[in-house]
């Protein structure tokens, strides 16, 4: 029925364990407090992804991105249309949807390029009258004023939109001059992504060597990150072996690497990069990586077993502050610094290392060794703010509920 009916677009691949968990924990959130709730999703990965969401959702290939591209000022944009064919199917699905949600966390910044793909669909559920809404993002900063217009005119039209973290709230009021009472402070969907069963979550533990006779660090590192914060490849391994000899050296750690994204594109494939700090450390038994084809739930499962979290990846730092566990964000966005500071506020900057800093071994490491001493009290200050970011996420679902009512 239409009134039940959710489109979820912003789907890029749920190679990435963050796009994953971002839309599994939507459609789970819809069922839940929407009666009947049929959640379709428009991906540019169907047969993938059509694996990952068996069961929860139906998944259509979204061609909107493989179109005519045009060019307007700085900013490259798709119009979606593929010979005379207007892409039919897609326009079929938005206007038979009671509410089209774009996913997707930061896609609108100008940290990744060219994101007026992602808008088209909302553009098109506007024009036919459907609601359109903006869910648990982190937004922009935008570089240009090309830019934030180009988002600024889709987001003035949506039904609703929401944020997961205060700085882009303040950001959006007052940088970009959108009502207070438009954008409503929420918070990330993938705090309320489970983690395996109790069995199951046992024997991955023991598999990964997570047995609580020596502590564990996670360390999740991003390929990708030597694109968009402008780290130089061999750099960026040499500080990461770094920080990992310091785990073992000093703090007596093991290390599990996360690769929490493993895209086709070679340049976004943190396998490449976990495997090459295993070389550098000459396979250490006391080093491994969680290689499997893990889906983000076991990613999270895993994570939680740890007694600290290091992440270029910023759902793998969900996945940390989520179950408790003392998270270290390397950053290069709005997005670190804003979840960290939903928990701890300006202090919690104690617990980001911003990427331009990245090569100060001394800072870095000091951080990382007042985590360590602290993790006993960070985990209780986690913990006890956990309750009010799983309310606050799940208030996502309740506004969507009250949308198409």
């Not at 024009?127 to 830019?147: D, M, N, R, Y």
């Not at 202090?347 to 870095?364: C, H, I, N, Q, T």
Request: aromatic share 6%; charged share 20%.
């Amino acid at each position: 029925m239409k009134q039940n009916r959710i489109l979820i677009t912003g789907v890029t691949s749920c190679r990435n364990r963050g796009v994953e968990a971002l839309v599994l924990a939507k459609c789970q959130g819809f069922k839940n407090h929407i009666p009947n709730a049929k959640v379709s999703i428009m991906t540019l990965d169907e047969n993938y992804d059509r694996l990952r969401v068996a069961g929860v959702a139906d998944t259509m290939p979204n061609r909107m991105n493989y179109s005519i591209r045009e060019s307007r000022g700085p900013i490259k944009f798709i119009r979606g249309l593929v010979g005379k064919d207007y892409i039919a199917s897609n326009r079929a699905a938005i206007a038979s949807a009671a509410c089209v949600v774009v996913t997707g966390g930061d896609i609108f910044s100008s940290d990744y390029g060219n994101f007026e793909s992602f808008l088209h669909p909302l553009q098109l559920a506007q024009q036919a009258g459907i609601p359109s809404v903006f869910l648990a993002h982190s937004i922009g900063p935008f570089k240009t004023k090309s830019e934030a217009d180009v988002w600024v005119d889709v987001a003035r039209k949506a039904a609703l939109i929401t944020v997961r973290e205060s700085l882009t709230q303040k950001y959006l009021v007052e940088s970009l001059g959108l009502p207070l009472e438009k954008v409503i402070l929420t918070a990330d969907v993938a705090f309320l992504l489970p983690t395996p069963e109790p069995a199951a979550l046992r024997q991955l533990h023991a598999y990964y060597g997570i047995d609580g006779s020596t502590p564990v660090v996670a360390l999740a590192t991003s390929e990708g990150i030597n694109r968009y914060a402008g780290l130089e490849g061999g750099k960026h391994v040499e500080y990461l072996v770094q920080t990992v000899k310091m785990i073992r050296n000093e703090l007596g750690a093991k290390v599990l690497l996360i690769p929490h994204v493993q895209e086709r594109d070679t340049a976004d494939d943190d396998r490449i990069l976990t495997t090459r700090i295993l070389r550098e450390m000459n396979w250490d038994p006391g080093v491994m990586a969680a290689h499997g084809h893990h889906s983000a739930s076991e990613f999270k499962g895993l994570i939680s077993g740890c007694d600290l979290v290091i992440a270029e990846r910023m759902h793998a730092a969900i996945a940390g502050l989520g179950t408790g566990i003392p998270t270290i964000v390397i950053g290069y966005s709005v997005k670190g610094r804003g979840i960290i500071q939903e928990f701890f506020g300006e202090p919690g900057l104690e617990y980001v290392v911003p990427s331009e800093a990245y090569a100060d071994k001394d800072a870095r490491e000091a951080k990382i060794r007042n985590v360590w001493n602290q993790r006993a009290s960070i985990a209780s200050q986690i913990k006890e703010k956990l309750p009010l970011v799983r309310s606050r996420a799940d208030r996502n679902f309740e506004l969507v509920a009250q949308l198409i009512k």
